[in-house]
């Protein structure tokens, strides 16, 4: 297994569980929130996607599928279309509320495909290249996939704590 074999796998799995977190759900589930200071299935959703959207988009030097693909549009969220969620408060997390379930998915889904197109073409070499020299150490393409990968997870396991808890 080489890395993009590994990585393309990791962002499987990711894709397997925002499915299941999400299928099935009523907008009402989705933006359920056990308290006023909570995130919403959807709002964890829709910030993973951006996350991974923002990310790769940056590394694989394309435009956001959030704007090329007009998700920010049909999202109609009240939020600026280069808003990823990071630093919301209460407000803006319930204001992220979804039509649903599909909406979310084919969103997740356009950045899933583009994400493997990316991953899919890259080299072992290529995770060496520094990507951000905003901190330090500077950070390296596989530093941010993994971090990319790392924060999804943490979401998308998120997201499916609620699932189980909201009724």
């Known amino acids: 297994m080489n890395s993009a074999e590994l990585l393309t796998d990791a962002f499987e799995r990711v894709r397997e569980t925002v499915h299941e977190v999400v299928d099935g759900l009523s907008p009402d589930r989705l933006a359920a929130r056990p308290t006023d200071d909570s995130n919403s299935i959807a709002w964890l959703v829709w910030h993973l996607t951006r996350v991974q959207d923002d990310h790769i988009a940056d590394v694989a030097g394309v435009e956001q599928a959030w704007t090329a693909g007009g998700w920010a549009e049909r ?7 280069s808003d990823t969620g990071y630093g919301h408060d209460a407000e803006a997390v ?5 039509e649903s379930g599909e909406l ?8 899933h495909e583009q994400t493997l197109r990316y991953v899919a073409g890259l080299k072992d070499a290529d995770l060496d290249r520094v990507v951000d020299e905003a901190w330090d150490p500077p950070v390296t393409l596989g530093v941010r996939l993994v971090s990319v990968i790392n924060d999804d997870t943490q979401h998308a396991g998120q997201a499916a704590f609620l699932r189980g808890i909201i009724p």
Do not use: I
Not at 75 to 81: E, K, R, V
Not at 94 to 98: G, N
Not at 104 to 111: C, F, M, N, Q, S
């Open 104 to 111: 979310l998915t084919g969103y997740y889904d356009a950045v």
């Open 94 to 98: 319930a204001a992220v509320r979804v």
């Open 75 to 81: 999202f109609g969220l009240p939020l600026p279309p």
